[in-house]
């Protein structure tokens, strides 16, 4: 049995505000806490639009002593099947040391305005990286001759992340970046303790 804490409340409200499989997500991430408290916690729900469908997911990442769960659940639905959907659930407990890297990056508007301590961020992103997976995008390298054929191979960037996560004001609500700021800021802090030992 949980002990009621602020955070646990907060997570829970959230979780059921994201309004996404609420008591699926709850018991997936309940499960994964196996009755620790959270300590700082951040939910995600996002809807991708393609051609002709939707996919929502949802990710929760819950900080908890020495560990960090991740929760992702999406739905698919089945085709030729106009009721059936599949949820997929995935869920991994890191422990802080076996991070290699929180990154965070921050936005402001109007910057040349920028006060100390009272100016927000309108925009957050932060990636969290443990498995050294590596992100690549990539694109056909090209020269300023438009006559040229010749192949000039690839360029690109290589960046390495788990997860990458970007909460913007406009999109998200100035709420949403205070808690990403909240839930990155706790991460790191905790990151650096861990590794301190």
Same mark, same amino acid.
């Given at each position: 049995m949980y002990a009621t804490t602020p955070e646990r409340e907060q997570l829970v409200a959230d979780i059921k505000? &994201? !309004?996404?499989? /609420? =008591?699926?997500?709850?018991?997936?991430?309940?499960?994964?806490? &196996? !009755?620790?408290? /959270? =300590?700082?916690h951040f939910v995600q729900h996002e809807t991708h639009f393609s051609r002709d469908d939707f996919h929502r997911h949802i990710t929760v990442m819950v900080l908890c002593g020495e560990h960090v769960i991740f929760a992702h659940l999406d739905d698919q639905h089945l085709e030729g099947d106009a009721q059936?959907?599949?949820a997929h659930v995935s869920v991994e407990a890191v422990h802080l040391s076996a991070l290699n890297a929180v990154t965070i990056s921050y936005g402001f508007s109007q910057p040349q305005a920028y006060n100390a301590g009272s100016t927000a961020p309108t925009e957050i992103s932060f990636q969290i990286a443990w498995t050294g997976s590596l992100h690549m995008e990539l694109a056909p390298a090209g020269c300023q001759d438009p006559q040229c054929n010749a192949d000039h191979g690839f360029?690109?960037?290589?960046?390495?992340e788990d997860i990458a996560v970007?909460?913007?004001?406009?999109?998200?609500?100035?709420?949403s970046v205070q808690r990403a700021q909240h839930f990155a800021r706790a991460l790191h802090r905790a990151r650096m303790y861990a590794t301190r030992r």
């Open positions: 505000h &994201a !309004g996404f499989y /609420p =008591d699926l997500v709850l018991e997936v991430v309940d499960d994964a806490l &196996a !009755g620790m408290n /959270p =300590d700082a059936g959907t599949v360029t690109g960037d290589a960046r390495r970007r909460v913007s004001a406009t999109a998200d609500g100035p709420e």
